[in-house]
Structures are given as C-alpha cells and as structure tokens.
C-alpha cells in the first residue's frame, strides 16, 4: 500500500522573507534610539519603572536591549526565527519565537506592561491578541498599543504614500473609536488613549519626509496624530 503524499509546503510569509527586514525600520539609527528613550520613558510615566516587560513583535531586539540596559526584565515573541536570531545575538532577553494571535507561551498573571509597538495592524485575529494580553498581564499591569491613526492629518494629504499603505502586510487601520472598544471588549480599561507623531523616526517608509526627522522628538496631540497611543489597564 502506498504511503499517503506528504502535506503541502505552506508559503513563506512577508515576515520570513529577508527582503522583508531590507528596511530603515529595522536599523538602529540616532533618532530609533531617541524614540526608544521615550518608550522608557512612557512605561515610567504610566506606573511601571522596572519588572517584567513582554514586547510582542519584538523583531531584532532594540526595544529589548534599551529595557534591559533600563533595569527592567524583558521578554519578547517574535514571529520570525531569523528576527530572533538577530535579537539574541544584541540582549540576553528571554525570546519565544512564535505568533502573536496564537496563545501566549507565558503564564498568567506574568508581566507588569506589554507592549505592541507598530504590530496590531498587522494582526488578522487582533482580538485573540488582546485576550491573551490581558491574561498574561499581572492586575494593575499595562498594556501599551502603538498603531498607525486612521484620522491621521497625513494620511489624506499623503494618499497612498501614506505609512498604512506602504507595507503590504497591514491589514487593520484603527480609529480611536475602534481600539477603545478593542481593548474594553477584552476587558482592558484605556487610561490614555491620544496621538502620536514621532518625528524621531519619520521617514523610515517614506522618505520625502525623513527632513522632519530633524525634529528629533516624538510630539503628542489630542488628535491628527499619524499614530494612536493607548495605555489600557488590567484591573
């Protein structure tokens, strides 16, 4: 008898292909390391000045690095074993290397912050994300979400130029409206939920704007940000 033919191969996905990391966002230029000196400085600010941070999506490791040279105790999941090997090799952080919609590899109750810096766009199954985040948080601790802001001032005057349409790999774009009622239906309480602009960093995928980066620092508004911060809370 015959053995049965073996199953399909399954594709790479855009995040396991080299070309994908071939990008400024994956460089650790001057004003990265800026923008990383204000994401310690927004977990100090919302409660958390050290203990036990889970970054998701953590890629090569630089938000990892800056948290453990911060005194903090870092931990990532990273869904490409070639970003995770590039991490290691910059910070001794405990790494799991899998998806963010897949439930997580750590305990409850495990973590004072979580981060999700630039990923939930990407997330098909965002909800699944969220639940897990708020199980793997320990009570009082606090998810951080970073995400592209559907009523961003630029994304008209940009059109298609715009960041949210030059990776092909987002799928979701967020008003404040819609992370509010993702992070309650996950039974997580938003403290802050504002915008962004990170001039520490613009230009990474456009670069007609990276001469603003000149401004060096990343600029906080009510609204018309190009990005959403949200500071949830589990109770």
């Excluded at 800056?66 to 001794?92: D, F, I, K, W």
């Excluded at 699944?128 to 559907?150: E, F, M, Q, Y």
């Excluded at 992370?179 to 960093?201: D, H, Y």
Aim: with cysteine.
């Amino acid at each position: 008898m015959s053995s049965a033919a073996p199953p399909p191969q399954r594709p790479p996905t855009s995040l396991e292909t080299d070309d994908y990391f071939d990008r400024e966002y994956f460089q650790l230029h001057p004003g990265k390391r800026k923008y990383l000196d204000y994401l310690i400085g927004l977990l100090c600010a919302h409660g958390v000045p050290g203990g036990r941070i889970l970054d998701i999506g953590s890629g090569f490791g630089f938000f990892l690095e800056a948290l453990e040279q911060a005194g903090y105790e870092p931990h990532g999941l990273e869904l490409s074993p070639q970003a995770v090997a590039v991490a290691r090799q910059r910070t001794s952080a405990a790494i799991a290397t899998g998806g963010a919609e897949e439930p997580f590899p750590f305990p409850d109750a495990h973590f004072a912050a979580i981060t999700l810096l630039d990923v939930i766009e990407h997330l098909d199954r965002y909800p699944n994300t969220l639940d897990s985040c708020r199980r793997a948080l320990a009570p009082g601790g606090k998810l951080i979400v970073i995400t592209l802001n559907a009523g961003s001032l630029a994304r008209p005057i940009l059109g298609r130029r715009w960041s949210f349409h030059l990776d092909p790999t987002h799928v979701h774009m967020f008003s404040a409206a819609r992370l509010r009622q993702a992070l309650a239906t996950a039974g997580l309480v938003a403290e802050t939920l504002t915008t962004i602009s990170n001039f520490c960093n613009v230009g990474e995928g456009n670069p007609i704007l990276k001469p603003l980066r000149r401004i060096g620092r990343v600029v906080s508004t009510p609204w018309l940000g190009d990005s959403l911060l949200a500071v949830a809370r589990r109770d």
